[in-house]
């Protein structure tokens, strides 16, 4: 299976490194479109006017988008920041450097898509944005990320722990999606919750990597390897209570006119 994330709005600022080859970057094909965006993110520079495009309030640093080029640069894993990236690492210490992140793919308002070992820099860009002369990020990106894409995740499972504009980049009808979803259940009734669905979303991909569960190829061993990884969590919540997940439910698989399919998958916490 793959494993399809969204990156983080905070962001470990490299302190060394290399500066930015995105010619070094995975998926070379999309070389020329990534210093295309960077070229355009560089040329708004720090001001009011770029905090405006970027929909950022006025005390967001937007400095570090005037040194795309030049700035320090480190792997896009510790790069990233916040609650789905620590909750891989918590779930699967280590689990940057396994061979099991090969599976794992970034998604990036700036650089399209992103695997966990490619260098970059400190940067501020949501692919929810439009950009002058690019329009929306996640509508400029589709048809490059259609393209690079479908090659290599072509008919296979992709855990999708994507939302919003990052699942828009990329819909991959030539694969088959199975989107994470989290709702918690109190008094028998439910609510979708947002920020804490990160976490999950995060752990139950670190313990697919921790527990060789990336491997799955198939439906019914996909859903062992994903039951598995599960039910094995327990997150404690800012107040200290204990939370697990008590159901994982599958809606139905619906194929697309181009090979794949879509289903949701839910993890029903309590």
Known sequence: MLIWLPPSEGKNAPTHGPALDVCALSRQGLAEERRRVCEVLESLGDGPEAAAILKVGSRIDLSVNTALTSAPCAPASSVFTGVLYEAIEECAPGAWSSEGASCMSIFSGLFGVLSPTDLI?????????SLPDLGVLSTWWAPRLDEALSPEASERIVIDGRSGPYRAACKAPWARMWELRVEREVGGKRSVISHDAKRWRGAVAGRLLASNGYSAEETASAQEALEGAAY??????SQGNEHRVAKVEYGPERQTKKGGSTRTVTLVTH
């Open 232 to 237: 094995s969590l327990s997150l404690h919540d």
């Open 121 to 129: 820099p400190n940067h501020r860009v949501a692919m929810g944005v």
